[in-house]
């Protein structure tokens, strides 16, 4: 149903059913996403005569409020990234390449949140056998957690409105139907997520849908629905290793910034509690690698840096960074020219950040600068060293926010010494903490 909220007496009455395009007359082809014989009348509900004679009671922002409780799976790195646990009546996309492990992820969670709470998965793609199958492999047997094969919303709906289910894990969205939908276009997509949220919201039942990433990100992505939905999560991987990165890019009943680690083996997807000690205790004091501590979320997390510089051989010299800024890293480098002579520049610079993080923070300035000098220099910094510094253009090293959180984050996963710059307030003992001023004390690090 449209709402035309403009009072005059407006024809545009004919719809595309494939990008909600809105036309006055009906036309063949449209001119919006230029797909054919798309358009179909819709009734336009007349906002005057449904809901000018309605009233509701206004309310006032300090009126008590009964805050609903969270339903928790008591998987911890699930629960903080979505601010604590689920949110009853709130709809949650969880969204990531395909095979990234989103059906299994949430077959998990199903299965832990049955223990508490009543709770049903919907495969809109997947046959029951299918997913029997998975459930098997990774110990997911609980009895009471109920399934359903069906990719008609309106009897997905229809049947959980029978039972007392307080959270729905729907697998995906984007294979859900509505009658007369146009499958798989994104007005179907926007129809489907509009009924969940609705359903959600009226009847207080929590929704977790997955979502496909197109390559594109366009057509029927996930992007297209981000607005509508209350929490959108991300499953990430940096391809190379099993580990995998939840993240929370909207959140209406939390922050953003939280990450969860999980690790796939064979038996489906495992917590990663302790992710910075795993790092610390496979970094090792190779020539270029340095650790750092940056804040994701409400915890730091603890990466290792690594450098590679070697001679170009072709006139323009190389840049392969990933996993930071590449502009940062450009940019310390050309700091470190100016100031000690190093020759970045007819050298290729070879850049990654461990653990498929993407860091963000400047307070990894000062990593950046050891990194790329250690390997300059073909020298090792000590063993278990981490940095924290920002670096102005001048080249004076800068203090950072919250050292003192790195710090005794860092101590208890033994690191040995930190680098620091001169002006850092540090309590307590110092024993373990070199301070550095300028650029020039880094040279010192590197003796001949
Ligand atoms: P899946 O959850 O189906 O991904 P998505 O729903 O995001 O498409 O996961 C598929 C991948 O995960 C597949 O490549 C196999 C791998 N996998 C494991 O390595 N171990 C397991 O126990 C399971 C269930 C999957
Ligand atoms: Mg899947």
């Not at 859900?176 to 007005?187: D, T």
């Not at 917590?271 to 690698?289: H, K, P, T, Y």
């Not at 020219?337 to 970045?344: D, T």
Request: charged share 20%; glycine share 6%; proline share 3%.
């Amino acid at each position: 149903m449209l709402y035309n909220l403009n009072m005059s007496k407006t024809k545009q009455n004919f719809i595309c059913s494939v990008c909600s395009f809105c036309s006055p007359r009906w036309i063949g082809s449209c001119p919006e996403c230029q797909s054919w014989s798309t358009f179909c009348e819709k009734e336009i509900a007349n906002f005057t005569k449904t809901n000018l004679n309605r009233t509701v009671t206004l309310k006032s922002l300090s009126d008590k409020i009964n805050l609903p409780e969270r339903l928790k799976s008591n998987v911890l790195e699930w629960d903080r990234v979505l601010g604590g646990g689920i949110v009853p009546g709130s709809l949650s996309i969880l969204t990531g390449d395909p095979g990234v492990g989103k059906s299994t992820l949430l077959l998990q969670i199903a299965n832990t949140l049955s223990k508490f709470h009543s709770v049903v998965y919907v495969s809109s793609e997947e046959s029951l056998d299918q997913i029997q199958l998975r459930a098997q492999r990774i110990g997911c047997q609980n009895s009471d957690l109920k399934f359903l094969d069906n990719s008609d919303l309106g009897i997905i709906i229809a049947t959980i409105k029978t039972t007392d289910t307080a959270v729905i894990i729907l697998d995906s969205i984007q294979n859900c139907c509505i009658e007369n939908g146009n499958f798989g276009s994104i007005s179907q997509l926007r129809d489907v997520t509009f009924e969940l949220m609705r359903f959600a919201k009226q009847e207080n039942r929590a929704i977790i849908a997955t979502g496909h990433v197109t390559k594109d990100g366009i057509i029927a992505g996930p992007r297209t629905i981000e607005h509508l939905v209350d929490t959108v999560l991300y499953l990430q991987t940096d391809d190379k290793n099993q580990i995998r990165i939840l993240r929370s890019v909207k959140n209406r009943f939390g922050s953003v910034n939280e990450i969860g680690f999980f690790e796939m083996n064979c038996d489906g997807l495992k917590e990663v509690r302790n992710f910075s000690q795993q790092l610390v205790a496979d970094a090792s004091n190779a020539i270029g690698s340095i650790l750092v501590s940056s804040f994701e979320g409400s915890r730091p997390i603890i990466v290792e840096l690594q450098a590679l510089i070697i001679p170009s051989n072709f006139g323009i010299p190389q840049r392969v960074i990933t996993g930071i800024e590449h502009k940062q890293v450009i940019l310390i480098a050309a700091i470190l020219e100016k100031y000690l002579h190093v020759r970045f520049s007819t050298n290729d610079i070879f850049f990654k950040v461990s653990g498929g993080i993407k860091l963000k923070e400047q307070t990894t300035d000062l990593a950046i600068a050891l990194s790329l000098l250690s390997s300059y220099f073909q020298k090792p910094l000590p063993p278990k060293s981490l940095a924290l510094g920002e670096m102005s253009l001048t080249g004076q090293i800068k203090p950072i926010s919250q050292a003192q959180a790195h710090v005794k984050e860092g101590r208890t996963f033994g690191i040995e010494k930190f680098f620091l710059a001169v002006s850092q307030k540090i309590e307590e003992n110092k024993k373990d903490c070199v301070f550095l001023s300028s650029v020039y004390d880094l040279l010192k690090l590197f003796p001949e």
